[in-house]
């Protein structure tokens, strides 16, 4: 019988032409860019190491990587704090609450929506002087003045932090209510039988099985909040105001090649993100793991 | 909890049949009458199905695209053995970890230089290129389809082509219509890389166009505002309500690998 293997190259031959070309050269491009000063048009000169110092230096950029980060972490402890009490309580096996299909439903639907159309939509809502939110809480007498919520630097921030929860809490759920579905009955049962309270079926059982679970959603939760972009741009037309409070690092990076054409700052901007990520991945896998492997086997 | 998810939609719908001085002048949840009058100032500033239209276009393309030739290229690593596929599968999946914005200005210039720029192939065509979902539909084909089918439908004389196309893709069918709606949500949401390589008003996506639509002298109609955002909003939602029992599923299937 004749070799049938050269036709492993046939089918995977379509996949590696557009990889080579739409992903791994602009890959590489970039790489070239971050130590070049190309402006995006005439040559591109070689700079060596100046834009990676000029990084290192960039207060801007030390600003954006900390407004990116407050962002995210009062979004994830939010996201994730909603997401394990709904599911304690959906899982509970003594309430037994029913049409959890429905709240999935419910919960995930502000995930499908168009980004650009959520960042509007608060946009408007969140108006300071024609915002409904502004004006419920007036008639309601909760604030006796409108609140500007997206001039001041706490509250633009915050702002932000609580749209992405609306956006994510209900995925973060799903995932997490897949995690306890997995757990065998048995756990809960005996727990049950040993008298066992609510709270601590919940921090003795369903938390540690959930580890990986929860190792998950983080780290793909920051990979992307690390990368957060369209709702601060959108909210703030592209300037991340107010004191810069909403500028993170893609809109800088953003900002840095398509505005003040430095694209190869900006490539410099993509590569620092790109360390970052990683270095916070890692940490978080060994936060999450070492702790285990120092543990002495049972036997 | 589901209430709070509801509220931000609900004053977006209420507002959107109001006039721009109702909403000026304060905040009710009785729907006003200027329904009309606000898609009217709307449809004269920007086209919104124009928007829809070009989302969709590109998004049933791309997850077209890259179901077809994902299952190809996890097809061709499952089943044939060649010199450097270890090597091949190894570095898809390390790139795999790359965020997309390392890309971004290097997929800017190399388009540039294409002078594909302004068009929709840079948008459409790297989905032919989609490790993940590669990585996925190979996990999931190695488990399902057992060799002895392959040996079977050569012996009666079947191509190669007429194998996959045959025997393997409808076997794939629930792991590509998994993974074809996270590529469509994917797509449809997708924001900077359309706003980086398009110009021409009239070939913006749906979001680039939301974002366009807050630029212009349609933001100063709040009515219409939330018309917009509305007309944006609701079509999906409404699918949604159709789909959503797969959605949620397909979710669940893609973190959770037992």
């Known amino acids: 019988m004749k070799n049938l293997n050269r036709y492993g190259y046939y089918f995977i031959a379509p996949f590696w032409i557009i990889f080579l070309v739409f992903s791994i050269y602009p890959v590489a491009l970039t790489f070239y860019y971050s130590f070049t000063n190309y402006t995006g048009s005439g040559e591109a000169q070689i700079v060596g190491l100046a834009n990676y110092k000029r990084l290192l230096t960039d207060t801007y950029f030390v600003e954006a990587f900390f407004n990116t980060w407050k962002i995210w972490g009062v979004n994830f402890a939010l996201q994730i704090g909603l997401a394990l009490i709904l599911a304690m309580i959906f899982s509970d096996m003594r309430l037994k609450l029913k049409g959890i299909a429905f709240f999935r439903s419910i919960f995930y639907l502000p995930n499908l929506i168009t980004i650009s159309s959520v960042a509007l939509l608060f946009g408007i809502l969140l108006d300071w002087q024609h915002g409904s939110l502004n004006m419920m809480l007036l008639k309601l007498g909760v604030i006796s003045d409108p609140i500007n919520w997206l001039n001041e630097p706490t509250s633009a921030q915050l702002s932000v932090s609580l749209i992405l929860t609306w956006m994510w809490f209900g995925h973060s759920f799903i995932v997490v209510m897949a995690g306890v579905s997995g757990i065998s009955k048995d756990y809960y049962e005996a727990a049950l039988i040993d008298g066992a309270n609510r709270w601590q079926t919940f921090t003795k059982i369903t938390i540690p099985l959930l580890k990986p679970i929860l190792l998950y959603i983080m780290i793909t939760s920051l990979i992307g909040g690390l990368q957060l972009f369209d709702l601060p741009m959108l909210l703030t037309d592209g300037i991340g105001s107010p004191d810069g409070s909403l500028n993170t690092m893609v809109l800088y990076l953003y900002n840095q090649a398509f505005k003040y054409n430095n694209y190869g700052y900006a490539a410099a901007v993509a590569y620092g993100l790109f360390v970052i990520t990683l270095i916070f991945s890692a940490f978080i896998f060994k936060g999450m793991y070492g702790k285990e492997r120092k543990q002495p086997r049972q036997v | ?258």
């Open chain 2, 1 to 258: 909890m589901a209430i709070v998810c509801f509220i931000p939609f609900l004053m977006m719908l209420v507002n959107a049949t109001r006039s721009n001085e109702a909403i000026l002048s304060g905040f009710t949840l009785i729907p006003g009458s200027s329904l009309v009058e606000n898609y009217q100032t709307m449809m004269s500033y920007i086209n919104i199905w124009a928007g829809f239209k070009n989302s969709l276009i590109i998004s049933v393309l791309v997850t077209l695209l890259s179901g077809y030739f994902s299952a190809l290229t996890a097809y061709g690593f499952a089943f044939y053995i060649f010199k450097g596929k270890n090597a091949m599968f190894i570095f898809m999946l390390v790139m795999m970890m790359v965020p997309g914005q390392l890309g971004l200005i290097g997929f800017y210039e190399l388009s540039k230089n294409l002078g594909i720029l302004d068009t929709y192939i840079p948008l459409i065509v790297p989905a032919v290129a989609s490790p993940f979902v590669v990585f996925f539909l190979r996990q999931y084909i190695t488990t399902t389809l057992h060799p002895s089918l392959i040996e079977a439908a050569r012996i009666d004389g079947a191509s190669e082509f007429k194998i996959f196309h045959t025997i393997a893709i409808p076997i794939m069918m629930p792991a590509i219509a998994t993974m074809s709606i996270f590529t469509f949500i994917g797509s449809w949401n997708n924001y900077i890389l359309p706003l980086v390589v398009l110009f021409s008003p009239e070939k913006f996506t749906l979001p680039v166009l939301m974002g366009f639509l807050k630029g212009s002298q349609v933001a100063q109609n709040l009515g219409s505002m939330y018309l917009g955002i509305a007309i944006s909003v609701v079509p999906i939602m409404v699918a949604f309500l159709f789909l959503s029992k797969y959605i949620v599923n397909s979710i669940s299937a893609g973190s959770i690998k037992e």
